[in-house]
């Protein structure tokens, strides 16, 4: 079983050719040589010619090193000792805590039973309005942040991280930078929360092959979490850098490539990782947050586009805020019916009056004369902007809503937002409404106290 | 059964080289071993004595020299009674019951039988011995749900051949032969409930294909109007991520006006077929007042699930459209979506090294997606009914670019084109379908004049939109200015429709007729404004009745006091000097 091979055939890239018989297909290997010792992976099979794909990369390896099969495919250690822990994406430690060995499980498992699946019914809160209200995330979705580089990602995931409810963070980290890494580390730790996570971190400087693990190491051990009944976040970043290394070795692998440069098979592989977000009937479930950064700020290049198709919305983070308009969480209906009453109205009302905020805004910077109509617009755009878009803002859904009435109040007369009579009864702010049954010619602001915009002509 | 045997000689990906002695035929089903479990493959090329396979399953573990078992036939579904309600796989496996077998996950290499064997179901025989049958007539029925089941002479019968017995009426299983058959050359069969057929032939035991000519109403007011569908017609859905194409779908598998309704999940979102797979049963078909679960069946090849059945899952979606179609239904087959499955053959074709089309999709792409919308149809069948089956098709082209090869292949041979735009679903105006670039080939369920009328204004309204943009609204003259707030009226109150309002998700060809009617008046009607902002007034306050005329039921005594006050408050703006 354990026989060693040592006549390497043939070197590209990180992929190495060995005749072998007896070989499985994904089987593991240890490949020996003057470097050290890396594992790899079985990627094609051709007679008794075997592909292998060497996780430390195969710089070094020389044509006379040792391969020796290991009967399995990846497998990582599982249990509660993993908590608090950092480890690399071949799940090495990566503290300096000891390796684990005990309850070796395997990664990327089958997928789950669609008629196992139950239909998402909790939201997940954020204290972010523009999640919270507009985008609401929502237990077992998985969630893009779209990102043009330079954003702050990665301090939104670790915002969402520390304040949404679960009971496992997992963090999967890939081509990350140091500091990045160390950043998350510290911000768990500071807040006390890393003893409920577990990190799987590829670095910027580590072999890009490991960059391939972490995807399926976080995913495989965030879905034993869930079958314990925890309720798990994982949070991963950046897929771009994942979906580079899987360009990588396709390249080298002389795959015939679709878009790019990337693989054919990119959605296939984003979706076979995104899909383990799974809310189980009897146990846990999964979320899934994963930063994919858009090189050129273009969402139409083959990463974001494909992961847009595999994902249930996505978050875009431009200018250091979430865009109202391309951002979208399809899971929202399912819990915004149940918040309050006039939560979809508000979500719906405020950001059709918002896009009338950027028309006029458009319309303005051209020098065009301002109506009475863009004057409120201006108005309620500011508002908007300072009280509910800025990402420093941190109250709960149902201030957030208040708060999106009293703004409305303060700049529209109730007939001009084009809500639902019967909630204008219901919610509108009172001096509002006594404005609107004393007289309805009134164009006056409602709130006299805030003094218009002037236009600007 | 066939007597080739083989042993594989190379796996790379979800593509297996497969040395063999004996004869192998192309798209045959084979079988590879791998840990006692009997992974299904099918072949996708022969080269001499090798074969490359596609698998269905995931690959792990294979190694070259483990045996591949041959079995001689293509790729086919299991067709009887018990289909409707069902959720397949793409390969026909029922998930329930493999979730009963094998819990939360799929395991590889577990077929089992689509249609239960110890069901009985009760047969009332239709012909009787001496009767002269061909293929795809009915021998019998067995009530299914709401149906009548037709239990139909095998639709590979040659020629005429004669009933020699027939079941008395009673409980048969699937598997029991309800009629025994005879031809003229003295050949005999024996007809069970159920048939086996190939799901990439297509069945065509019926008299002649017709032209779709009746619209198929979805309930959808900008479809239904605008750019209407027709039953046994053939339609598509391109659109970006995030665009609203499934709920689309969606909308449409539940209001549309079909008999049955077969769901092909192909590649999609697994959290959006259990959506329907747990609110179908809740959900009550207003034409039958059963359940909506009991006209569907779902056919879901999730994109997690293996990639090679992508390709078997759509096929098998309409090898069961036909099927009933056959037995004189008004079928409607959903696939969400083709982009996928095209992507699918990519992948495959990629791994055999085929040289590669446009994008790296394979030269046969645009050949494959018409053949399969062609097996959409009206036909007349033998004894002169008439049964259809719709294709609707989503597309996601990469990058929201409709130019990209699958978008291009659909729109050749399908007959309208519901294009979902960027721009509106961003600004929330629901269903997005793009009423500029939209088109359909079939006929409206309103007045045609008025659609044309409504079609210009949208133009020239979208037009001046435009042009505000450059000159301003002090720089537009108040005519243009009215049409341009006529357009945006039309677009808020019958163009966007609210999915998420009992009364207004779901409007039905009678109330499109009254509304429209009403609508197109007041858009020929000459509005007289002394100033804009007066204008902008006027039609903001026309909107929000109108909308809330939308959420009014047609029954209600509100309705047509609502209609009235329409009616007067343009009668002020007309009337003004």
Known sequence: MHKVYHRIEDIAGNVIIVRAAGVKYRELAEVASRRGVSLAQVIRLEGDHVSLQVFAGARGVATDARVRFLGHTMRVPFSDALLGRVFTGSAQPRDRGPALSENMIEIGGPPVNPSKRII??????????????????????????????????????ARIALQAEVDVIVLGGMGLKHDDYLFFRDTLEEQGAMIRSVLFVHTAADPVVECLLVPDVSLAVAEQFALAGKRVLVLLSDMTNFADAMKEIAITMEQIPSNRGYPGDLYSQLAARYEKAVDFDTAGSITVLAVTTMPGDDDTHPVPDNTGYITEGQFYLRDGVIDPFRSLSRLKQQVNGDTRADHRTIMNTLIQLYAGYRESLEKQAMGFRMSEWDAKLLKYGRRFDRELMDLSVNIPLEKALDLGWEILADCFEPMETGVHTRLIERFWPNSAKRSMESDKSDASDPSDNASPPTPET | MSDATGTIAGVNGSILTVSFTGAVGQNEVAYALVDGVRLMCEVMRVRGNQADLQVFEDTTGLAVGAPVEFSGELLSVELGPGLLGQIYDGLQNPLPRLAEQCGFFLQRGTYLEALPRDAKWHFTPAVKPGDAVTAGETLGKVPEGIFDHHIMAPFNLEGVWTVERVAEAGEYRVTDAVARLKNAQGLTREAAMLQRWPVKIPIQAFAERLRPADPLVTQVRVIDTFFPVAIGGTYCIPGPFGAGKTVLQQITSRYADADIVIIAACGERAGEVV??????????????GKTLIDRTVIICNTSSMPVAAREASVYTAMTIAGYYRQMGRNVLLLADSTSRWAQALRETSGRLDEIPGEEAFPAYLESVVASFYERAGVVRLKDGRRASVTVGGTVSPAGGNFDEPVTQATLKVVGAF?????????????????PLDSWSKYASVVDAADVAMARELLHQGAEIAQMMKV?????????????????????????????????????????????????????????????????????HGLTQITKDWNRIAMDAPEFRATEERIRRTVAEATGRA
């Open chain 1, 120 to 157: 998402p019914r909790n939201m997940i809160r954020t204290g972010i309005p523009m999640i919270d209200v507009f985008n609401t995330l929502v237990e077992s979705q998985k969630l893009p942040i779209f990102a043009p580089a330079g954003q702050p990602y990665n301090q939104l995931l």
């Open chain 2, 275 to 288: 959506e329907t797979l747990r609110e179908f049963p809740k959900l009550t078909d207003p034409r039958t």
């Open chain 2, 418 to 434: 519901h294009g979902l735009s960027r721009a509106r679903s961003d600004a929330r105006r629901y269903p997005a379908i793009d």
């Open chain 2, 471 to 539: 000159v301003g609204e002090e720089g537009t003259s108040m005519e243009d200015f009215v049409v341009y707030l006529k357009a945006e009226y039309l677009d808020a109150v019958y163009l966007q429709q609210d999915a998420y309002d009992p009364v207004d998700s779901a409007t039905s060809a009678e109330r499109q007729r009254h509304v429209f009617g009403a609508l197109a008046g007041i858009l020929r009607a000459a509005l007289r404004f002394t100033e804009k902002e007066q204008a902008r007034h006027f039609m």
